[in-house]
T-cell receptor, first 118, second 115 residues
């Protein structure tokens, strides 16, 4: 069964360093998302991406964040200068995109990248 | 106001018994979708079940069913015949409207299944 993959599974970085989190969405999906989950807290929306552009972003997604779909398969989240508070699990999700709602139009999540900023 | 409220931070259930995890939601949209995800200790988010706002019947997927009460804006997850492998965090989520729309997640319920 197709699945969303993410690399790396765990990234440790120093404060102020740039990190790139990578995701490969399910191949025929059209909508892509990044979420984050600070340890012990709820999952929070960061950004959605469709047709090679950001469709929506949250307050968390400031100028330090950027997303890119550099080729037909990868979807990346870049944090330019990491802060301690960026330590979290980052989830990529993808969705096929139908009109209306069906269970097959849910968002499928990757396994996450645990980012630790020291 | 919170879009999704899960009022049970932790629940215990005996193996083979049924358990209900509560979820209430807040939206003024007529079209929305409600989702439940399971997050084991390994961290991944596993999709369990979906309920559309226009669905007249409660959704079921194997041992999972969704008790959808639209007037009360609740979408409780029922797990029948609990298994040890059901021990995990469970998140309720909502998507409003259609299109790109993001998910709003609740704070989760930690379910522990006792042998």
């Amino acid at each position: 069964e197709p699945e969303v993959t993410q690399t790396p599974s765990h990234q440790v970085t120093q404060m102020g360093q740039e990190v790139i989190l990578r995701c490969v969405p399910i191949s025929n999906h059209l909508y892509f998302y990044w979420y984050r989950q600070i340890l012990g807290q709820k999952v929070e929306f960061l950004v959605s991406f469709y047709n090679n552009e950001i469709s929506e972003k949250s307050e968390i997604f400031d100028d330090q964040f950027s997303v890119e779909r550099p080729d037909g398969s990868n979807f990346t989240l870049k944090i330019r200068s990491t802060k301690l508070e960026d330590s979290a699990m980052y989830f990529c999700a993808s969705r096929m995109g139908f009109r209306g709602f069906t269970s097959t139009d849910t968002q499928y999540f990757g396994p996450g990248t645990r980012l630790t900023v020291l | 106001a919170q879009k999704i409220t899960q009022t049970q931070p932790g629940m215990f259930v005996q193996e083979k018994e049924a358990v209900t995890l509560d979820c209430t939601y807040d939206t003024s949209d007529q079209s929305y979708g409600l989702f439940w995800y399971k997050q084991p200790s390994s961290g991944e988010m596993i999709f369990l079940i979906y309920q559309g706002s226009y669905d007249e019947q409660n959704a079921t997927e194997g041992r999972y069913s969704l008790n959808f009460q639209k007037a009360r804006k609740s979408a409780n997850l029922v797990i029948s015949a609990s298994q040890l492998g059901d021990s995990a965090m469970y998140f309720c989520a909502m998507r409003e409207g259609a299109g790109f729309n993001k998910f709003y997640f609740g704070s989760g319920t930690k379910l522990n299944v006792k042998p």
